[in-house]
């Protein structure tokens, strides 16, 4: 058996390879970031085809980093930002447009159509979902409703979907020279067409919203042997064996194995999920239910998820396009310029809000403002907006589940900010626990496909190579605490109702 396992982490802002050892240690990483295409306001694109040149040279970069070759790699595991939507042209292996980014909001009307009379809710005893802009069927009819020849070619059986899972797979097991088309059941269970129970697309659903089924990946586990790496390419021969959306991938690279096992994972945007076992939970408090994943032929492991859409975004948002930093990490020395937030609260609801809200016509709005404020009191008050939509996140699980949690597994970018996770324990009133690999994401891609070859034996290998790194205790005042999560709640009702219909 070969020593390591190579994860590809197709993620938001960068696409990533990492090579993991036998102890979930990482050897290398390669990494680059894509464009992030605005093309106007609520829209957000990226291009599928500088996403698999980065996929390639990041892979090529963990190989030479860590000085091996294809040779040395067991299985390689893909983990990719789900709902995001790419449709491509399966004789030519050309997209035809760009990926439509889970964030972006231009579906809002076919979402409104489609729901009709029955609401958002229409699909959701179903799927598990409510009808949103976020989620990739819409994506995929926006597509074929606006680009030219797009539909004709669908229904000609031309036309391939998928989430940037499948389109990396697709294009490493050998693109128009027969390429593997299939994605996992996570995956599958954020485009709003498949069955939570049956994990089979539904044709009624597709047929509503004009999308042929031929078009759609075959759905399977995320643990099993999908395809080798195409031969002449950077990984010949080598079993592609994993594949998970991220928020999946981290869940199973923190070992949430056990029902009410949970993690919070603080990336570009924040998403928590709930292990909840082998029974689906219907969310009655603005959760998703979705798979959280299935290992070769065992049952699917189901989660809620509580989805938040802006947080690390939020940080990159005031360096990009206020410039009040030149690096993310830096928004914590500002914030600990001031003692508290001045005063100012900002709900950023640059896409609608998300989880447990789900209001499209909200946008982003920093209130509480006085003359006293200054730049210091917001980049506090931006730090503080992760912890309180988490904090509202986990109150909605407690409620959907029963299960209260004694602590909360983190992990992603934002971890690394000291006085966010104290700020977060400290509005959780429960420890914020980091690993020593803070990067579960790809972990948990790599722990898949690894178990897939054998490489690893199974979860109780997973279980037992994670380690605690730090961990936060909550030290504030109960009044303190409850008065600041009031004022952000009261803040976050002003974002509401922004958006007319000619709102631009
Ligand atoms: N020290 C820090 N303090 C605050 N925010 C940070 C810090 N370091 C990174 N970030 C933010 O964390 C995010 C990056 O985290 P991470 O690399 O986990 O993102 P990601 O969501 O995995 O990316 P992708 O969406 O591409 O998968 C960025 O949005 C960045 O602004
Ligand atoms: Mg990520």
């Known amino acids: 058996m070969p020593d390591y396992v190579l994860a590809i982490d197709q993620g938001t802002t960068s696409s990533r390879a990492m090579i993991f050892n036998h102890s979930g240690r990482v050897v290398s990483v390669g990494q680059l970031e894509h464009d992030q295409i605005f093309p106007r306001a609520g829209w957000v694109e990226h291009n599928p085809e500088q996403i698999w040149n980065n996929v390639?040279?990041?892979?090529?970069?963990?190989?030479?980093?860590?000085?091996v070759t294809y040779t040395d790699i067991a299985a390689v595991g893909i983990t990719n930002q789900r709902e995001t939507a790419v449709v491509w042209d399966k004789t030519t292996g050309k997209p035809v447009y760009n990926a439509i980014?889970?964030?972006?909001?231009?579906?809002?009307?076919?979402?409104?159509?489609?729901?009709?009379?029955?609401?958002?809710?229409?699909?959701?005893?179903?799927?598990g979902l409510p009808l949103a802009t976020y989620f990739s069927g819409p994506k995929v009819k926006w597509i074929l409703d606006n680009v030219d020849g797009a539909r004709e070619a669908a229904e000609r059986g031309d036309l391939l979907f998928g989430n940037t899972d499948a389109w990396v797979l697709w294009n490493m097991t050998g693109g128009v020279d027969g390429g593997i088309h299939v994605t996992d059941v996570t995956n599958a269970s954020r485009t709003m067409l498949m069955d939570l129970d049956t994990l089979t697309w539904r044709e009624d659903i597709a047929a509503d919203m004009g999308i042929p089924v031929s078009m759609l990946p075959q759905i399977r586990s995320s643990s099993e042997v999908y395809g080798p790496g195409r031969p002449g390419g950077l990984l010949p021969g080598v079993p592609i064996a994993g594949i998970l959306g991220d928020q999946q991938a981290a869940t199973f690279g923190q070992a949430c194995f056990e029902i009410g096992a949970a993690k919070n994972t603080y990336g570009t945007g924040n998403f928590m999920l709930l292990n909840t076992g082998t029974e689906k939970v219907p969310s009655k408090n603005g959760l998703l239910t979705t798979v959280c994943y299935k290992i070769g032929d065992q049952p699917q492991r189901y989660a809620l998820e509580g989805s938040i859409a802006v947080t690390g975004s939020l940080v990159q948002w005031l360096r990009d396009n206020l410039g009040m930093f030149a690096d993310a990490p830096d928004i914590e020395w500002l914030a600990r310029k001031v003692e508290d937030?001045?005063?100012?609260?900002?709900?950023?609801?640059?896409?609608?809000?998300?989880?447990?809200?789900?209001?499209?016509?909200?946008?982003?709005?920093?209130?509480?403002?006085t003359r006293y404020v200054n730049r210091n009191h917001i980049a506090r008050a931006a730090l503080e907006s992760v912890a309180f939509q988490t904090r509202e996140v986990l109150e909605a699980m407690r409620a959907d589940s029963g299960v209260t949690l004694t602590e909360l597994k983190v992990d992603g970018g934002m971890v690394a900010n000291e006085l966010l996770m104290q700020f977060q324990a400290d509005q959780l009133g429960v420890d914020v626990v980091r690993p020593q690999v803070a990067e579960t994401t790809a972990l948990g891609a790599a722990y898949a496909a690894g178990i897939a070859v054998g490489y690893w034996s199974g979860e109780s290998d997973?279980?037992?190579?994670?380690a605690e790194d730090r961990r936060w205790t909550p030290t504030m005042d109960q009044d303190e605490r409850e008065r600041l999560y009031r004022q952000w709640k009261k803040a976050v009702t002003r974002t509401f109702d922004w958006v007319d219909t000619d709102t631009k």
């Open 56 to 67: 390639r040279e990041a892979v090529g970069l963990a190989l030479t980093r860590a000085n």
């Open 101 to 127: 980014v889970w964030q972006d909001t231009r579906t809002q009307p076919i979402v409104e159509e489609l729901g009709g009379d029955a609401g958002p809710d229409k699909y959701k005893a179903i799927v």
């Open 341 to 369: 937030n001045g005063g100012a609260y900002f709900v950023p609801a640059f896409s609608g809000l998300f989880a447990p809200y789900w209001r499209p016509d909200a946008r982003g709005a920093l209130v509480g403002l």
């Open 462 to 466: 997973v279980v037992a190579n994670w």
